[in-house]
């Protein structure tokens, strides 16, 4: 069910392969837990254009959807996990941040739910 949307300036991917970063952030996720293997989906989008604050320089911000019912705790867990491991992996990149959002239950449905 989570889903990981990593948004990276395209320098990110020459530093470190596409699915090297996908990967780190997939085993940061399962390691918390909250999860399991085959939930977890990951996809990456590398910009060539950007401004970031006036700058060109490189970032990363993963934005998380994840089922409702975890608590504070258990996100807080979550981000401060996926942005460690994507600091130890890449130090070099100046920005690295993520935000998690709900998905509501009640208004959640896909083909398997038919």
Same mark, same amino acid.
């Given at each position: ?78 981000? #401060?996990?996926?942005?460690? #491991? ?18 509501? #239950? ?9």
């Amino acid at each position: 069910m989570p889903h990981f949307i990593i948004d990276c300036s395209e320098n990110v991917i020459r530093m470190r392969s596409a699915d090297e970063i996908m990967q780190e952030v997939f085993d940061a996720a399962l390691s918390t837990d909250l999860f399991i293997a085959s939930e977890i989906k990951i996809r990456i989008n590398p910009f060539s254009y950007y401004n970031n604050g006036n700058s060109l320089d490189d970032f990363i911000h993963v934005f998380s959807y994840i089922m409702e019912g975890r608590n504070t705790d258990q996100k807080s867990k979550l981000s #401060k996990a996926i942005v460690t #491991k994507l600091n130890e992996i890449l130090p070099e990149v100046p920005v690295i941040s993520i935000n998690i959002k709900d998905f509501e #239950k009640a208004n959640y449905f896909n083909k398997t739910m038919i």
